[in-house]
């Protein structure tokens, strides 16, 4: 049983993350009437979403406060249950948005999938044999289903709420702009502070996910290899040699894995804490202009909600990192496939190549998988018809031996 060559990538090497996802976008552009769906009710969540945290004020100051101060003033109550009965509606209004741009979006994302599933595959068949040879079918076998999996999984959850982050944020940033230029400003100078560390740890955390993927396409390759050679191994009694070596790649991997995913880890608490200390800054500040009859009671938690709105999708789109990078990660090696060059046969096509008569003559045939370094040089052979000629010997076994020529070894 012989052992194919490992893959030669540099998988510390950064990759080109925006042309990985522009290739990606080619994939959903496919579906622009469902993507147009799926924007428009996205901006009909945002507005609906933003429009429940505007009417928190008018709730407080007009009617809650009111009828505290005057609990036998039954309008305040009526009123109290109409626009909260308003509330309630634009609640409604905004989950129903929420749930049909997520299923329109998750039907994109697997027609996307499917498409790249099928041209990962069609390229494979267009490969040549040597890259075959120098590449375990089990990592393969990783590409086309671990790999896709992840970038399935990245387009159903992130797509959509990078575009309603973005949305809100600039939604949010108009509204407490417009309400009290002071109290947006809070908001304003923590957003820098959270974007670097945010893209600080990606650049970090890319490489491990990368790192993360090649891990587990080794395993699944040492996997599909030696289940198949099940025979031989118990043959030559080798099962602790092998159990050995998978634990070792095994180990590799839960290695990679835990820092992949440590590090991811580590964004959603820096970014909760900063959303919290935003939150207590303005708390504070608009207490003080409440104080001095700058602003409103329900000015207050208006811009309460405001701060947590405005952190809430940058912190939701930081609990999706993992998701994100692996996504990326494997896209980049599915890509790296679908542009390998692709090896066209001389003549292909052409059959005619006369009557056989099983007589095979070699006359200073060289061969090799890279022109650099031929594995058979100048081989000169005759097989008669019935006859048979084979290079044998285990891996290792320098059976392109350059010290001797061919025929001396056969």
């Known amino acids: 049983m012989s052992r194919r060559g490992a893959m030669n990538v540099n998988w510390d090497k950064a990759k080109d993350t925006k042309g990985t996802i522009k290739r990606i976008m080619k994939y959903l552009e496919q579906h622009k009437k469902g993507f147009a769906i799926v924007v428009i009710f996205i901006i009909l969540y945002v507005l609906f979403n933003l429009a429940t945290s505007i009417l928190l004020q008018p709730i407080i100051d007009d009617y809650i406060i009111p009828m505290i101060q005057n609990p036998e003033e039954n309008s305040y109550k009526i009123g109290f249950i109409k626009i909260l009965a308003i509330y309630i509606t634009i609640a409604i209004l905004a989950a129903a948005c929420s749930y049909i741009q997520s299923r329109t979006m998750v039907n994109i994302a697997q027609q996307a999938v499917k498409d790249m599933r099928k041209d990962l595959f069609a390229k494979i ?57 002071i109290l947006a400003l809070i908001s304003i100078l923590a957003l820098p502070v959270m974007l670097i560390i945010v893209r600080k740890i990606a650049k970090i955390n890319k490489k491990q996910f990368i790192k993360q993927q090649q891990s587990l396409a080794e395993v699944n390759g040492y996997i599909e290899e030696y289940i198949s050679g099940q025979k031989v191994i118990k043959a030559f009694n080798k099962e602790e040699t092998v159990k050995q070596n998978f634990n070792t790649r095994n180990m590799k991997l839960r290695k990679e894995g835990f820092l992949a995913q440590a590090i991811a880890g580590i964004v959603m608490p820096l970014m909760g804490g900063l959303s919290n200390i935003t939150t207590a800054i303005t708390a504070i500040v608009s207490g003080i202009l409440a104080i001095n009859g700058k602003i409103s009671v329900g000015t207050i938690a208006l811009y309460t909600k405001f701060s947590k709105e405005f952190s809430r999708p940058i912190t939701e789109v930081t609990n999706q990192f993992n998701i994100i990078q692996a996504g990326i990660a494997g896209a980049e090696r599915c890509f790296e496939i679908i542009d390998e060059e692709v090896e066209f046969p001389e003549n292909a096509g052409k059959n005619n190549i006369g009557p056989v008569k099983g007589h095979v003559e070699f006359k200073n045939v060289y061969f090799g998988y890279d022109n650099e370094k031929m594995i058979l040089k100048n081989i000169n052979l005759d097989v008669k018809p019935g006859e048979t000629i084979a290079i044998v010997g285990p891996t290792g076994a320098r059976k392109n031996n350059n010290n001797k020529p061919i025929n001396e070894i056969l």
């Open 125 to 181: 068949e267009k490969l040549p044999i040597k890259y075959f040879d120098t590449h375990p079918h089990g990592e393969l076998m990783s590409r086309i289903v671990n790999d896709i999996d992840n970038i399935s999984m990245a387009l159903n959850t992130s797509v959509n709420q990078i575009f309603t982050a973005l949305l809100t944020l600039v939604g949010t940033l108009i509204a407490m702009i417009v309400i009290s230029p």
